[in-house]
């Protein structure tokens, strides 16, 4: 069983396999491939929201679109993403650039949006 270290984080070889690995965030333990898992803890240290290494898919093995340049409005954001590859989409999203693959953006600005309509709610008590 393999072992690597990454920001804090003690990632393991899941079995004989070199390819799968694995990694404890809290109470929950993430699979996957080494550049998804890293991903993952990437996400957690910067947002504090864990996601699931496979959200990352193969980290841009599959084209989603034929290389051409997409852009898309979710919730007032614009993501965009300018070569097609799935993983590579980016947002300036208050004002700060996040990057990554487009439903795990869309999670973390929906998480965000959640957390502050509750945050105006609990201020109009």
Same mark, same amino acid.
């Given at each position: 069983?393999?072992?690597?270290?990454?920001?804090?984080?003690?990632?393991?070889?899941?079995?004989?396999?070199?390819?799968?690995?694995q990694v404890q965030i809290k109470n929950h333990t993430l699979s996957g491939s080494m550049p998804a898992v890293?991903?993952?803890?990437?996400?957690?240290?910067?947002?504090?929201?864990?996601?699931? +290494?496979? *959200?990352?898919?193969?980290?841009? $093995?599959? /084209?989603?679109?034929? %290389?051409?340049?997409?852009?898309?409005?979710? &919730?007032?954001?614009?993501?965009?993403?300018?070569?097609?590859? +799935?993983? *590579?989409?980016?947002?300036?999203? $208050?004002? /700060?650039?996040?990057? %990554?693959?487009?439903?795990?953006?869309?999670? &973390?600005?929906?998480?965000?949006?959640?957390?502050?309509?509750?945050?105006?709610?609990?201020?109009?008590?």
């Amino acid at each position: 069983m393999a072992a690597a270290t990454y920001r804090g984080f003690t990632l393991k070889t899941a079995g004989n396999s070199t390819d799968v690995w694995q990694v404890q965030i809290k109470n929950h333990t993430l699979s996957g491939s080494m550049p998804a898992v890293k991903k993952s803890i990437d996400w957690f240290c910067d947002t504090a929201n864990i996601i699931d +290494p496979k *959200e990352f898919g193969s980290l841009g $093995n599959k /084209k989603e679109t034929e %290389g051409s340049p997409v852009q898309e409005d979710f &919730h007032g954001y614009t993501l965009k993403n300018d070569n097609g590859n +799935p993983n *590579e989409w980016y947002c300036f999203f $208050n004002g /700060k650039l996040i990057k %990554g693959g487009k439903l795990a953006m869309q999670k &973390h600005i929906e998480a965000y949006l959640i957390a502050k309509q509750k945050a105006e709610q609990q201020q109009k008590k």
